[in-house]
Structure formats: C-alpha cells, structure tokens
C-alpha cells in the first residue's frame, strides 16, 4: 500500500517549535517531490512549502519564510517540517504529500500524488 502518514503535531504555545514527520510507506520517497500544506478552520488549503525529488528548488510562502524549515532524511524515508516561532494564525491541520519529481519551484496541490491523513498544530496560550 502507497501512502504517507504524518506525525508529530499537538498542542503549543506561542513562540514554540514542533517537528512534523512524514513517512512513507510501499515507495522511495527519495524519488517524489514532495509537499507540506495546511488548512485552517474556514479556510482552504494552502502550501506551505515544497521541494522537488533533487531537493534543489525548496521554497516557502511568505508567511512562513524565516520559521519553518522543510528536509528529507532518504534513509529513514522521511520528510521533516521543522517550525519555529510558532504563532497563532498557524493553527490548522498540515498535510503531507508526494508527487511529481520535477516540481520546479510550483507547490502545487494538482501536482501531487500520495497524501497523509493530516497532523493537526494547535498555537494557543
């Protein structure tokens, strides 16, 4: 079976940090692009940030650039999104995805494959 599964979420204060984990499961995750998003409550799902298969074009919306920080350990088949500066208007739900190799600078949705259930990130004091 083909999928990704995210961890690490949970409930965090305002200036915190988390670690989120995507693991896949049945393929290299090496080969795929791959992708964090995320959806707050009333809101649609958004990019957060993506790279390609050659982790060469990694990029970030604004509104995280400086805090959050996307990596890929191939021999655990892992990817990492590490948030810093955590702030309230983060709280939403971050999904993990894989898809087309080549992703050339585009975090797209359309783009991607294989998507995680979700791992829900709570910013509240």
């Known amino acids: 079976q083909l999928q990704v599964v995210e961890s690490g979420g949970g409930l965090v204060q305002p200036g915190g940090s988390l670690r989120l984990s995507c693991t896949a499961s049945?393929?290299?995750?090496?080969?795929?692009?791959v992708g964090w998003f995320r959806q707050a409550p009333g809101k649609e799902r958004e990019a957060v940030s993506c790279?390609?298969?050659?982790?060469?074009?990694?990029n970030y919306a604004d509104s995280v650039k400086g805090r959050f920080t996307l990596s890929r350990d191939i021999g655990k088949n892992t990817v990492y999104l590490e948030i810093k500066s955590l702030k309230p208007e983060d709280t939403a739900v971050y999904y993990c995805?894989?898809?087309?190799?080549?992703?050339?600078?585009?975090?797209?949705?359309?783009?991607?494959?294989?998507w995680g259930q979700g791992t829900q990130v709570t910013v509240s004091s």
């Open positions: 049945g393929f290299s995750l090496g080969l795929y692009g």
């Open positions: 995805a894989a898809g087309r190799p080549a992703l050339q600078g585009m975090c797209d949705m359309r783009l991607m494959y294989y």
């Open positions: 790279t390609s298969a050659d982790d060469g074009d990694t």
